[in-house]
């Protein structure tokens, strides 16, 4: 069943943060579901940009709805990641949509307001809920990268006057955290502080944690030992994932570890099966590696097992 965001977050809120997870295929978003169904947990689902442009936005929509009827247990959200203002306006208007992100944070101040704002009239007249981000991760995100050294950390004196100027639902705030697989180097981890203080200027306002794949440790050994180069990679601590939705974080955004599951199992069967080609046996291992790893996630979030009373919930 899909729902608004805004219903999963007013759940949600305080107790545990939402899983949103980025799919580009018919694997990532069976593995998904079967991992959520097996935790007992809702979801977002996430198509970037780029998602969209991989095979056709027609194709993945319909994988999705094809999915809520092999899966009707589910409950889950549709969500555009990372969209910009035209991406935003054509996901609006395509009725698929629960919420949407408009990622104008690479802009000046007062231009990122003007554009979310523009946003937020037009999805609110449709009743759907707007994601804005304010600070700038480092890192890669598909077509954005941003060097470290122009990387910003949320003001939440900014944050409080920019959601009372946009109108936003919901705000992405940069806390520590980068895209793709080197988010971090030595011991560093996310700031508590700064999410403390965007707290106390928004209380009850969700907020969103991007770049918060794990780089699990072993995956990447795994990879490696199979024949990949991915050196020095360090990833979110997921056992700050709860933490931070206790001080308000709602929505996680997974990524990168979705495709370093991928990757260590499609490099690890064809090293061990040189001579086969079928892509379908390492698919069907996918799904359930994947689903697994979906399913030790949401345990880390605190959103496994909230199903049933969401539902009850919703039923109100």
């Known amino acids: 069943m899909i729902v608004t965001t805004a219903q999963l977050f007013q759940h949600a809120y305080g107790k545990y943060a939402v899983g949103a997870y980025n799919?580009?295929?018919?694997?990532?978003?069976?593995?998904?579901?079967?991992?959520?169904?097996?935790?007992?947990?809702?979801f977002i689902i996430q198509i970037s940009k780029g998602a969209r442009k991989y095979t056709d936005k027609r194709m993945l929509e319909a994988i999705i709805r094809a999915a809520s009827v092999i899966?009707?247990?589910?409950?889950?959200a549709v969500h555009l990641d990372h969209?910009?203002?035209?991406?935003?306006?054509?996901?609006?208007d395509s009725g698929f949509f629960s919420s949407v992100m408009i990622d104008a944070s690479h802009d000046p101040f007062d231009q990122n307001v003007a554009i979310t704002k523009r946003v937020v009239d037009r999805a609110h007249a449709k009743g759907i809920s707007v994601e804005a981000e304010l600070g700038m991760l480092?890192?890669?995100?598909?077509?954005?990268?941003?060097?470290?050294?122009?990387?910003?950390?949320?003001d939440p004196d900014e944050a409080k006057t920019f959601v009372a100027r946009t109108g936003c639902d919901c705000l992405a705030a940069a806390i520590g955290?980068?895209?793709?697989?080197?988010?971090?180097?030595?011991?560093?981890?996310?700031?508590f502080d700064v999410l403390q203080k965007i707290k106390d200027r928004l209380p009850g306002f969700p907020l969103v944690m991007h770049?918060?794949?794990?780089?699990?440790?072993?995956?990447?050994?795994?990879?490696n030992a199979a024949g990949g180069q991915i050196k020095d990679s360090m990833g979110v601590d997921p056992n700050e994932y709860l933490p931070a939705a206790k001080l308000g974080v709602t929505k996680v955004n997974i990524d990168t570890d979705g495709r370093l599951v991928w990757?260590?199992?499609?490099?690890?069967?064809?090293?061990?099966?040189?001579?086969?080609?079928?892509?379908?046996?390492p698919g069907k291992i996918f799904i359930e590696e994947y689903a697994k790893f979906i399913a030790s996630r949401n345990q880390f979030l605190g959103s496994a097992g909230q199903l049933d009373d969401l539902r009850a919930t919703l039923k109100k």
Do not use: W
């Open 23 to 42: 799919i580009n295929n018919a694997e990532q978003a069976m593995g998904l579901f079967k991992g959520c169904i097996q935790s007992k947990a809702p």
């Open 71 to 76: 899966f009707p247990e589910a409950i889950f």
């Open 83 to 92: 969209g910009d203002e035209e991406t935003c306006y054509e996901c609006i």
């Open 138 to 154: 480092g890192g890669v995100e598909e077509d954005i990268k941003v060097e470290d050294g122009n990387a910003c950390l949320t």
């Open 177 to 191: 955290t980068s895209h793709g697989a080197f988010k971090f180097k030595g011991k560093q981890s996310l700031h």
């Open 211 to 223: 770049g918060s794949s794990s780089v699990p440790k072993d995956e990447v050994d795994r990879i």
């Open 263 to 281: 990757t260590r199992v499609h490099r690890e069967f064809f090293r061990d099966k040189p001579g086969d080609f079928d892509f379908r046996p």
